[in-house]
């Protein structure tokens, strides 16, 4: 408990009697972290387990020195809202990838004299198995009832029961890439009968084969192996490194991200393995490889930052499920990296930012009750709260917060102004609007004159001599 509230402190004028623990980051002597990063830490070289998410707070620093790796288990990963400053000398010399990868193979068998009718497999633990796919994690869907083996028809079938599938062989589904159309279904599995017709399953079920469904013997309808149920399942994963909107700026060098994607592994949800909501952080020499969403994915872009402010130089993207980088605003600039042999695409830019995403993001600029901005760098504008103008130095950036209001509306003038020879501009990250329009731009004037529910912008001071717009809409 803090000395200031506790009773053996006889100036305390406020005493609380519920115990206070915050447990460290990094427990002195051992190689496991996580959990939150408030002040300043530092991690040495070395192999560390994470055993909690690590959530870098506004404020809070994380230090990863040359030479360290960071082992995360699936569906575990950072949250950075103050400063990470990961900055190896060497290819590969801080790497973040998955602790552990658990599936069930066909090492574990059941103890029975029953014999398989497909040959060269043994009996997994669990009575379900994909047949024939391109690796063990999709094809065929086989179920054991009975001590028999057989397929399922697809009549009825949904993500439900293919997510359940998923989860009893200790993989994952994604929502965007797990069915398997007909053709795409390999041969294997068809000599057995077709034991379970519409499938239904709930949330609760933990065991397809428990699941209400049609049997062999009271199936309504007629079905062939054409219509038998094929799979795709993906490994465990852990969730990623994500850098929020407020986080500061982040320069990654020399720093490989692989086997990362699962955000959600009872949802089922998918991220890019680096996610950046607002880019000015520069990315050298990094490697983001082998995850299985998109490898950086990009929300909105700092369109009037300095030259060296988001960009990737010399950094590979290769051979993740999604696309190499992803963009919802455009702005990054890439130099002399390799991106390839991605599923999706090499670069994909898809504007649309769904109404849950917009307000999520608008969420990091709500703060707690128990905020204390002196100890942060994060110093928003509370509108109509600010009472004062709002004076920006050289190369200032702020973000203006449009707080809810109830009732009738409030009207307030602000003079927002730099230096003379400089000009202001605005860009709005969580727009009125969920569309762009160039009307749009006029409005903004009396924007910053009245409330506007859940609104966030960032306004900034730069040369005027510099060719950049004065206002950006997003």
């Known amino acids: 408990m803090p000395y200031l509230l506790h009773s053996s402190n006889p100036g305390a004028t406020q005493i609380n009697y519920n115990s206070l623990y915050v447990p460290q980051f990094n427990v002195p002597g051992t190689f496991v972290v996580g959990g939150e990063v408030e002040g300043i830490e530092i991690l040495r070289q070395g192999e560390y387990d994470v055993d909690k998410d690590i959530n870098i707070r506004p404020g809070g620093k994380l230090v990863l020195q040359s030479g360290v790796t960071l082992k995360f288990p699936p569906a575990i990963g950072i949250m ?42 043994t009996e997994p633990i669990v009575p379900i198995r994909l047949l024939g796919g391109r690796t063990q994690h999709e094809g065929r869907l086989q179920v054991r009832i009975d001590d028999k083996w057989g397929t399922v028809c697809n009549y009825r079938w949904n993500i439900i029961n293919a997510a359940l599938v998923c989860n009893q062989l200790g993989l994952a589904l994604n929502p965007d890439d797990w ?72 320069d990654l060098q020399y720093v490989t991200i692989e086997k990362a994607g699962l955000l959600d592994y009872s949802s089922n949800i998918f991220k890019p393995a680096l996610q950046i909501d607002f880019a000015r952080h520069s990315l050298e020499s990094i490697k983001v490889n082998n995850n299985y969403h998109d490898g950086l994915g990009i929300l909105y872009s700092d369109l009037y930052g ?38 999706l695409a090499g670069i994909s830019h898809n504007p649309h930012i769904p109404g849950h995403q917009q307000r ?105 001599l510099r060719p950049v717009a004065v206002l950006a809409l997003s």
């Open 360 to 464: 999520e993001i608008a969420g990091w600029f709500n703060l707690d009750p128990g905020f204390n901005m002196d100890e942060s760098n994060y110093h928003p504008i509370m509108i109509p709260e600010y009472e004062t103008d709002i004076s920006l130095i050289n190369g200032e950036t702020r973000h203006i917060v449009f707080t809810k209001r109830n009732g009738e509306s409030v009207s307030k003038t602000y003079n927002i102004k730099c230096n003379p020879g400089y000009v202001l501009g605005l860009q709005l990250l969580n727009p009125i609007h969920n569309f762009s329009q160039k009307a749009f731009a006029y409005t903004i004037p009396k924007i910053l004159t009245k409330v506007v529910q859940n609104g966030v912008s960032i306004v900034i001071c730069r040369h005027s």
């Open 80 to 121: 950075v809202a103050g400063k990470l400053d990961a900055r190896g000398k060497r290819p590969n010399d801080i790497t973040f990838t998955l602790k552990e990868e658990v599936v069930m193979t066909n090492e574990s068998v059941y103890e029975t004299d029953f014999e398989p009718t497909t040959p060269g497999y």
């Open 179 to 250: 069915f398997l159309e007909p053709n795409e279904i390999p041969s294997a599995g068809m000599t057995e009968d077709i034991l379970l017709s519409n499938v239904e399953c709930s949330e609760f079920d933990n065991d397809i084969t428990k699941c209400k469904a049609e049997t062999k013997e009271n199936f309504e309808n007629s079905c062939t192996h054409e219509n038998d149920v094929g799979i795709r399942c993906y490994e465990t994963s852990w969730a990623g490194v994500r850098f929020s909107v407020i986080s500061e700026r982040a």
């Open 306 to 343: 300095a030259d060296a402010v988001n960009t990737v130089r010399n950094s590979e993207f290769s051979n993740n499920r999604g696309s190499g980088i992803s963009f919802k605003q455009l702005g990054l600039k890439v130099y002399g990296s390799v991106i390839e042999n991605n599923n």
